[in-house]
């Protein structure tokens, strides 16, 4: 009988020590990233304005305020490259297609997560929709020269000309 009680002190005991981390280092993040997917569904070029992504990240500031983890080794993890991918992804989105590409994928969005809960799939033969907008076209006089001499940097460099 003791033997027994002491096998399952030493198995909860390694179940307790097994369980923290894993919840810190793997669940959290993983259920962090789900919420942030599901504001970037909802409002792909405004969540960063709404209270609940303020909430989302004050929950970060005070998650790592509260860990026994320092911010480095939480920084280094493969979730938190996840996490920062995802938030380029929503900016890129933003970028990239702007307000009214933005509402389209929503809107599949909106219909295809509808779709799979009625396990009808994925439709890809969805309406679009029409939009008016505006074309702008500036040659920028030896750009070829300055991509080569700018590299990486020619895109700041586009865009500082693009905002004046």
């Excluded at 939009?131 to 590299?151: G, N, P």
């Amino acid at each position: 009988l003791i033997s027994t009680i002491f096998i399952i002190f030493i198995w909860l005991f390694g179940v307790n020590s097994f369980a923290g981390p894993v919840m810190t280092l793997v669940v959290v993040p993983i259920e962090r990233m789900v919420r942030l997917l599901s504001m970037l569904m909802r409002d792909p070029l405004g969540y960063q304005t709404t209270d609940r992504y303020k909430r989302f990240v004050d929950e970060e500031d005070d998650f790592l305020q509260n860990t026994t983890w320092s911010k480095d080794v939480l920084k280094g993890m493969e979730t938190n490259f996840l996490m920062s991918t995802i938030l380029r992804i929503g900016s890129l989105m933003k970028v990239g297609f702007g307000a009214a590409g933005v509402e389209i994928i929503r809107q599949s969005l909106d219909q295809q997560s509808q779709d799979v809960q009625k396990h009808e799939g994925i439709s890809l033969n969805s309406k679009g929709s029409i939009v008016k907008c505006i074309f702008l076209f500036c040659d920028i006089r030896q750009f070829t020269d300055a991509t080569e001499s700018l590299q990486e940097e020619v895109f700041v460099f586009t865009n500082q000309i693009a905002s004046v």
